[in-house]
């Protein structure tokens, strides 16, 4: 029976991208990323609700993130949620949801450090060595 595993979130960078390579030299770059939700009370009182994610971005995707993301950034994130779980340097068991993503989608209409004004980045993670023309660099209106 087929299963299914995905994950879309639109919001804004927390951090900004770090990058770091595998031994066997694959690139990782991975950011912190807030959604928010906003809703209204029975009192009528305006409430806002935030959840963090952390997102992980492998290959050519990761060098691009790296580059061209920066903290506060307007990003569309999809990929699938995987869980991690390992122990800290007290002894204590941590654990932490990740998305593992596919496809980023710079959302922001302005430049971003040099860059063109909205890039769309889509790459699969299982992918090991994507050619550069994987990667597309489009209008703000490319995608949403």
């Known amino acids: 029976m087929a299963s299914?595993?995905?994950i879309m979130i639109i919001g804004n960078l927390g951090t900004s991208p770090e990058m770091?390579?595998?031994?066997?030299?694959t690139p990782i770059t991975s950011f912190r990323m807030a959604t928010s939700r906003f809703y209204t009370t029975q009192d009528g009182e305006r409430?806002?609700?935030?959840e963090w994610f952390t997102v992980v971005a492998r290959n050519?995707?990761?060098?691009t993130c790296n580059q061209f993301l920066i903290k506060g950034k307007r990003v569309y994130v999809e990929g699938r949620l995987r869980s991690h779980t390992w122990e800290g340097p007290d002894g204590q068991s941590r654990f932490r949801n990740e998305i593992m993503a596919d496809r980023i989608l710079f959302l922001d209409r302005?430049?971003?450090a040099g860059g063109?004004?909205?890039?769309?980045?889509s790459v699969g993670e299982d992918t090991p060595?994507?050619?550069?023309d994987?990667?597309?660099?489009?209008d703000d209106k490319a995608g949403l």
């Not at 994987?134 to 489009?138: A, Q």
């Open 134 to 138: 994987d990667v597309h660099f489009g």
């Open 47 to 50: 409430r806002q609700e935030t």
């Open 129 to 132: 060595d994507m050619p550069t």
């Open 116 to 121: 063109p004004p909205a890039a769309v980045a």
């Open 110 to 112: 302005q430049p971003i």
């Open 4 to 6: 299914l595993n995905k």
């Open 20 to 25: 770091r390579y595998t031994p066997m030299g």
């Open 60 to 63: 050519r995707l990761a060098e």
